[in-house]
Antibody
């Protein structure tokens, strides 16, 4: 059964860079059938797609975050990563990684458990 | 960006009730619509994809319908474990966007 697990610092200072890694187990990230994505959810609020990456390195970012986001993939480690620069308190959220299924209606399944990142000095 | 609007934002229902949640897209998205369930402190879980296809392992009391701009998620007989927040999500265009959520609470 495919599982995803986010890891990284839970506290980031304003203006610094948020860095998270998603480790995929129970399956290979090297698949033409999936993208691998990041979604975030501010406390008590809704869900926002950040971006996704293909095993080849081809990536897509939400235009609202594009200038600050980098998503990368390490197929040798079966991991993909998120970097979000120049963070502010507005970037405080639970960050989820998820597999993006590229069939019929593209959908996110499964999701990691999520990790809370707080931006504060 | 395509805006997704859910109604109601919250509802109270009893176990055994039939519950319907509506999702409206700001433009036509064909059937590129997914539904997720999220329980407190947990990640969202895929319930329905392509507007009406039931994800493997999801109970058959969940169903989805609609096309174009208007979609519904129906729970035919609400069970105690169904009290949660439900989100729709469009995958017609980028950026992928979610509705604001509908919280289903115990009456």
């Amino acid at each position: 059964q495919l599982q995803l697990q986010e890891s990284g610092p839970g506290l980031v200072k304003p203006s610094e860079t948020l860095s998270l890694t998603c480790t995929v187990s129970g399956g290979s990230i090297n698949s033409s059938s999936y993208y691998w994505g990041w979604i975030r959810q501010p406390p008590g609020k809704g869900l926002q797609c950040i971006g996704s990456i293909y095993y080849s390195g081809s990536s897509y970012y939400n235009p609202s975050l594009k200038s600050r986001v980098t998503i990368s993939v390490d197929t040798s480690k079966n991991q993909f990563s998120l970097k979000l620069s120049s963070v502010t308190a507005a970037d405080t959220a639970v960050y989820y990684c998820a597999r993006t299924v590229l069939a019929a209606a593209e959908r996110f399944d499964p999701w990691g458990q999520g990790t809370l990142v707080t931006v504060s000095s | 960006d395509i805006q997704m609007t859910q109604s109601p934002s919250s509802l109270s229902a009893s176990a055994g009730d039939r519950v319907t949640i509506t999702c409206r897209a700001s433009q036509s998205i064909s059937n590129y619509l997914n539904w997720y369930q999220q329980k407190p402190g947990k990640a969202p879980k895929l319930l329905i994809y392509a507007a009406s296809s039931l994800q493997s392992g999801v109970p058959s009391r969940f169903s989805g319908s609609g096309s174009g701009t208007d979609f519904t998620l129906t729970i035919s007989s609400l069970q105690p474990e169904d009290f949660a927040t439900y989100y729709c999500q469009q995958s017609y265009s980028t950026p992928r966007t979610f509705g604001q959520g509908t919280k289903v609470e115990i009456k």
